[in-house]
């Protein structure tokens, strides 16, 4: 039985001090038996031995030494160098910093639409490499880039009246609507870190089936600002509203609302008491579109209010019309170890065109739309509009402090 390749190099370690020492006939010995132990031929066999540990000086400074045990590494040429780094990174800034996996799908279609508004220039072979880079390849390089973005935050809800009792629970293994229309709703509060007095909170809207998301700012947790939010964000979905699916808030979980769905036929149902996951889909939109655009600052004046609403506007276009997404399809556990299947990543708006369930009519709005749209240009129009929300937190700021000195 021959050794294997890893054996035979700490082999030859090993008899190669005592065959560079030994004399012309124990060499002879020693070689016979090396070539019977490693199956290398004998001239390959006497080089290797020969070699190993011997020193050679490079230069003034530098000296080799021979080991078999080593190898060079292969170094292939590379294909993705600056010429294809330099834009990969501006148009992964351009999508918000998404992964690979769902920026290589839209890659092809996303350098289109930016050329067709003049917003990138790029030579014939750095195109084709774009379109063809994989998503591996994508996240090794903007690794480095990747690391400067960290967000943590928290979120307050208070339990819903006895009227509660009166909604049917809908778990999140319940939910599982196949079609849109269908969606969670969530406040995301802008409290800054202290929860008193009046502040901004963010209505978000998800539907289940397509992921479109919308967002839309009230002045605090009031019935009447929440219930007003929740019809005009209707009237902006794609799709008729058929279902609402809330937490136990008493903002949600109250008359008015329980009564606005029985006339419109909207079926109205609640998560269970302090388990997140039931409403999983609007949870995650709570960070991936409406934290990541504003971050964790109090917004408690009329003006913070104000650039909210002008900002998700936009947001909700870049997000709904640009921002891919990926479903999980399939879920199996053996034993510890969980695999978990995703769907190929697509934008809400090729979802909303996909379903079978959507007018035609809506599709072809959507379709106009979206020739209009330039992605480059609505991701201006939202950092414009955060730099003002962070100047107005500033200028707060530094009014407390003159306040009090």
């Not at 020969?50 to 021979?66: C, E, K, L």
Request: proline content about 4%; hydrophobic content about 30%; some cysteine.
């Amino acid at each position: 039985m021959r050794l294997t390749m890893r054996e035979r190099k700490k082999t030859t370690a090993v008899v190669a001090p005592r065959y560079q020492k030994a004399r012309k006939k124990e060499k002879g010995k020693i070689l016979d038996e090396f070539v019977a132990l490693t199956g290398y031929r004998r001239s390959y066999a006497s080089y290797v031995l020969s070699i190993h540990g011997t020193r050679r000086r490079i230069d003034a400074t530098r000296i080799a030494v021979a080991d078999v045990r080593k190898r060079e590494r292969r170094r292939r040429p590379k294909v993705y160098g600056s010429e294809v780094s330099k834009p990969l990174i501006a148009i992964w800034y351009l999508m918000d910093c998404i992964c690979g996996k769902r920026l290589a799908p839209i890659m092809g279609e996303l350098i289109r639409k930016l050329q067709e508004f003049r917003e990138i220039t790029l030579e014939e072979t750095v195109q084709k490499k774009l379109e063809s880079i994989s998503a591996a390849t994508i996240d090794r390089v903007v690794g480095p880039e990747r690391k400067r973005h960290a967000l943590k935050g928290r979120s307050r809800t208070k339990p819903g009246t006895l009227l509660k009792h009166q909604i049917p629970i809908r778990t999140f293994s319940d939910w599982d609507e196949k079609r849109p229309g269908f969606v969670e709703i969530d406040l995301v509060g802008h409290e800054g870190g202290n929860a008193q007095g009046d502040y901004a909170q963010t209505l978000t809207v998800t539907d289940v089936c397509t992921g479109w998301t919308e967002t839309q700012a009230v002045k605090n947790k009031a019935q009447q600002w929440v219930f007003e939010a929740l019809k005009e964000i209707r009237g902006r979905m794609p799709f008729p509203l058929l279902g609402i699916d809330s937490d136990n808030g008493g903002e949600f979980i109250n008359d008015h609302l329980l009564r606005y769905c029985r006339q419109e036929h909207i079926t109205f149902t609640r998560t269970r008491s302090y388990r997140k996951n039931d409403n999983c889909f609007v949870e995650q939109k709570n960070y991936s579109v409406v934290r990541r655009a504003v971050g964790y600052a109090r917004y408690d004046t009329e003006q913070e209010l104000r650039i909210l609403n002008a900002l998700y506007p936009c947001l909700s276009l870049y997000t709904n019309f640009f921002q891919p997404t990926m479903k999980l399809i399939e879920k199996t556990r053996i034993g510890s170890k969980i695999t978990k299947k995703y769907d190929i990543p697509s934008t809400p708006y090729h979802r909303v065109l996909h379903s079978p369930d959507v007018e035609e009519t809506n599709k072809r709005v959507l379709k106009k739309l979206y020739r209009t749209l330039n992605p480059a240009s609505l991701k201006r129009q939202i950092s414009k509009l955060q730099q003002r929300l962070l100047h107005s937190v500033e200028m707060k700021r530094k009014g407390r402090k003159q306040h009090a000195a």
